[in-house]
């Protein structure tokens, strides 16, 4: 059986690759340096990390899939996420990063806005590939963040290590935005299926059978997380998932509404809702009226 380690701390991070540890909640490492390579072993998050991968040196698999890395790329991993590692025979690892327990950001600005950096729940296929020079900006930032590892610990020192971490994370969401830029085409290419699956879920018997689709679902039809896939929806489109679904729902329900005498109640369980209100409460919120005021105005157009 494969070993799972549960990495609940800086120091295990350090003892598993025999590296210094400069503070009990926080690392910068280089595994360059490391004196110990274990080569195949599964890592269950008890903290964030953010690697930066110089070569290709194994594999690491997330969820279903190996990550799609390579020279000049970014991973990263939050709490309860597990990743399964492989390193190549006589390989000793090459990537920089950064560690830091999820107690030591609480109560601060970076605590508040954590969940705001998605990546961290990126799954397959969608690891960070940087430039030369985004290479260099995220090496800046960790050189920041282990100069004041090293500095003498005083009152501003969690929150300027915090504030920088912060920093390097803002990067990161702007070099993904690019990416999701210069992957345009492909991204087009998941919007347009993302429609047929739409169509297809509610001219099917899906809707009566499971309720209304969730962005999970079509994620996992996609084979992207559902972060990602939400992230890279409304970098095309300017609306989320959910806002996109639900106006598929309410355009469902307006076509039924002219076009079947169902009352409102069939109509609201055949889209998959639980209980006709919800469905009022959505069709009014997006369309400006009931779907009783809508069927009255609109039927003899």
Not at 149 to 173: E, K, Q
Request: some cysteine.
């Amino acid at each position: 059986m494969d070993e799972l380690i549960i990495l609940d701390s800086i120091e295990k991070y350090n003892r598993l690759y025999g590296l210094e540890t400069l503070h009990p909640m926080v690392a910068v490492i280089d595994l360059s340096k490391a004196t110990v390579w274990p080569t195949h072993f599964k890592m269950n998050y008890g903290i964030y990390a953010l690697y930066l991968k110089d070569i290709k040196c194994g594999d690491i698999t997330y969820g279903r899939q190996p990550y799609d890395y390579q020279e000049g790329t970014i991973v990263s991993f939050a709490p309860g996420q597990v990743a399964e590692v492989n390193m190549a025979p006589d390989t000793r690892p090459v990537a920089h990063g950064v560690l830091f327990h999820p107690d030591f950001i609480h109560g601060t600005a970076l605590g508040q806005e954590i969940k705001k950096y998605t990546f961290f729940s990126y799954e397959s296929r969608e690891a960070l590939h940087v430039s030369e020079e985004e290479r260099q900006t995220v090496m800046d930032c960790f050189q920041r963040i282990e100069a004041e590892l090293r500095h003498h610990t005083d009152r501003h020192s969690r929150r300027l290590v915090t504030a920088n971490i912060g920093l390097l994370l803002d990067y990161c969401m702007r070099f993904y935005e690019r990416q999701f830029t210069t992957r345009e085409a492909s991204n087009k290419d998941i919007i347009v299926r993302f429609e047929h699956l739409l169509d297809e879920y509610f001219d099917s018997e899906a809707p009566q059978e499971r309720g209304l689709p969730t962005v999970r679902y079509f994620a996992e039809k996609v084979c992207l997380s559902s972060n990602y896939f939400g992230d890279m929806v409304s970098r095309q489109t300017g609306k989320t998932v959910s806002e996109y679904i639900q106006n598929k729902v309410i355009d469902r329900a307006k076509e039924l509404l002219l076009s079947t005498p169902q009352s409102m109640s069939e109509i609201a369980y055949s889209l998959g809702f639980q209980y006709p209100q919800h469905m009022n409460r959505m069709f009014k919120r997006i369309a400006g009226c009931t779907p009783n005021e809508y069927r009255t105005d609109n039927r003899h157009l």
